[in-house]
């Protein structure tokens, strides 16, 4: 395809110049998390090379140290390859293979790793790869295809981080909203139905809610992990393993499960772990289900604190900010705010990714042709969802109050005490009553009293707020 020209102190050689000119078009680079479970690919892929063989242990040692440190994020600038790219991912395949064969010369030709004599040539690189023998597709890329790598790098590096650092954020603030729903449990306050007055309901009781959709998220998200873990390495272009010899991916994946402690294994079936991103496709399905989850939770508490003195003002939010820059001494629920515009960001993110495992789109015969897309928008969501948990647990719920005094005014002027009244007066005068508390501004109880409709120790029975809501 002709010359190109690489930076002098470039590890990548043409072929990842070659993306860098194809693509200009969002400046926006492979995620982080996505080039350290290439390079753990790389460094697995040659581990099993070494002990079958195929790699003398000079030149797997090398590979293997060189892919350690695109692990670490040591040539992180070194991965210049835009996220709209071939669909394939093909260049940031050859970009981690040139890097890592480049790197790898170096330090054989350096004595940084046993065996290694410094002489030889190959592809790839500017002056930073000189004097290298490591061949990018020969010796780095061994037994193995842009088409089997990079979805398996895309499991890789969801299944980590959902697994490292997302749940541990959602499993934090599940506890902290547990912990609400304990402290607030001897508040009683009105529900809320259709946004209109319902019959009470503990504060403890909405709280412990937050709490289990959390913990049903949770659940959801170890499911996707656990689905992750079946890794389409192994099968090559097409599903076949042509060029894969016999017990490689096995090898791999045990390497990979060994350094992750995750339980990665080698996929049953190919075909379907190539041609589909079905797996991803349910991990940002779970990953949506905790966004929606939260910014449901995040709306509720927003509502619940509005006023202070002109809204519901059952809760009281911690103060984080000014509010207005015109408003004097306004303070508004910003941290809420935060939090539901990451899960409207992360609902897109499912969005795309669904869209490009539509079959005519990404789903393509034998191989899906969205996937740096998919990658790029589903650790984004998981990156999204975990800082912002933090933020939320820290600066929202920890430090959240429950108004007692205003929660009791609205509950006993609520028209929806005469409900506990209907089986003994009947639902027909239980409506009646209400209207009549509504016409004149009383409350059910002093029209109760008022009226005589029933014996003084029977109303206050009837009317004990905290009985109505259940255990």
Do not use: W
């Not at 970009?95 to 940084?112: H, P, S, T």
């Not at 719920?397 to 005014?409: D, H, P, S, T």
């Amino acid at each position: 395809m002709g010359e190109m020209s690489v930076p002098a102190d470039a590890l990548y050689g043409a072929q990842t110049a070659r993306a860098v000119e194809n693509f200009p078009v969002s400046g926006r680079r492979m995620p982080r998390e996505f080039l350290a479970a290439i390079g753990l690919v790389k460094f697995a892929c040659a581990a099993a090379n070494r002990a079958a063989g195929r790699l003398s242990p000079a030149e797997a040692d090398a590979v293997m140290a060189a892919a350690q440190e695109v692990v670490d994020g040591v040539h992180d600038e070194q991965f210049p390859v835009d996220v709209f790219q071939t669909g394939s991912a093909t260049s940031t395949n050859m970009n981690a293979n040139e890097v890592i064969a480049a790197r790898a010369a170096a330090l054989m030709a350096a004595g940084g790793c046993a065996g290694g004599d410094g002489a030889g040539s190959g592809a790839g690189g500017g002056s930073a790869g000189l004097g290298k023998k490591l061949h990018p597709n020969d010796h780095v890329n061994m037994g193995q295809s842009s088409n089997d790598v990079i979805p398996t790098a895309m499991n890789v590096s969801a299944a980590v981080a959902i697994h490292g650092r997302l749940l541990p954020a959602v499993e934090s603030l599940r506890a902290a909203l547990a912990d609400k729903a304990v402290e607030f449990d001897s508040v009683v306050k009105i529900g809320r139905t259709h946004l209109m007055d319902a019959v009470p309901v503990r504060l403890g009781q909405e709280f412990s809610g937050y709490a289990a959709q959390l913990a049903y998220a949770a659940e959801l998200l170890r499911r996707a992990v656990a689905d992750l873990c079946e890794l389409p390495l192994g099968g090559t272009a097409v599903g076949t393993g042509l060029n894969a010899p016999a017990g490689f991916a096995a090898a791999a994946c045990a390497e990979i499960a060994r350094r992750t402690g995750l339980p990665f294994r080698e996929a049953a079936n190919h075909f379907a772990e190539q041609a589909a991103r079905d797996r991803v496709l349910s991990a940002s399905a779970a990953v949506r289900n905790l966004a929606v989850a939260m910014g449901k939770i995040a709306s509720d508490i927003r509502l619940l604190a509005s006023g202070p003195r002109c809204g519901l003002g059952e809760l009281v939010l911690p103060a984080t900010q000014p509010g207005s820059s015109i408003m004097p001494g306004k303070v508004n629920p910003v941290i809420c705010e935060s939090v539901i515009q990451v899960a409207c960001q992360v609902v897109g993110h499912d969005a795309a990714i669904t869209a490009g495992c539509t079959g005519g789109v990404g789903g393509l015969l034998e191989l899906n042709v969205a996937m740096p897309m998919i990658a790029d928008n589903l650790l984004s969501a998981i990156g999204l969802l975990t800082a912002v948990a933090g933020v939320f647990e820290r600066k929202a719920i920890r430090g959240l109050q429950a108004n007692v005094e205003r929660c009791e005014q609205l509950v006993e002027q609520s028209l929806a005490m005469v409900t506990v009244l209907a089986p003994r007066i009947g639902y027909d005068d239980a409506a009646d009553l209400a209207k009549q508390a509504a016409q004149s501004g009383k409350t059910i109880r002093e029209l109760l009293h008022e009226k005589n409709l029933l014996p003084p120790s029977d109303i206050e029975n009837l009317l004990d707020v905290r009985t109505q809501t259940g255990r």
